[in-house]
């Protein structure tokens, strides 16, 4: 991908990444050890093996964190997640003290996801457009 179809993609989502909603900054792009903040990658909605094209209208920037997240994980580390998530669930189902305790992170987690998704929502309708009104 050449750097201006880079950049078409960053600015699809003003910079932010389309899963969790944070900023990331153009040139941090790819992997490094450490502090990936502000890192992110070209994800391609429909993937490459499903017939997605290469076409910056079919890819979406991705920070490093969730497009690792949801790509790097397989095999034994995807059943662990799983495992977790079923004792997680039952533990909610029974209402234990883990399992409300989980419910609350879950609920908080989730109201953090919609106000950062809200606040891209506004970042997005207060960009101008081309003739620079607000679209
Ligand atoms: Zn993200």
Redesign the pocket.
Known sequence: MTEKQLRQVWDRTSGH??????P?EFEKRGWKDGDLTGYWEVDHVIQKGKGGSKSVENCLA??T???RLRWHRQGEAVRELLFLGLIARDEIAKSTTTGKMLAQLREKRLAQNTLRRKSMRTTLLDMPNDEGEAV
């Not at 990444?17 to 944070?22: I, L, M, P, T, V």
């Open positions: 990444c389309h899963f969790c909603g944070d990331v991705a920070c964190r969730c497009n």
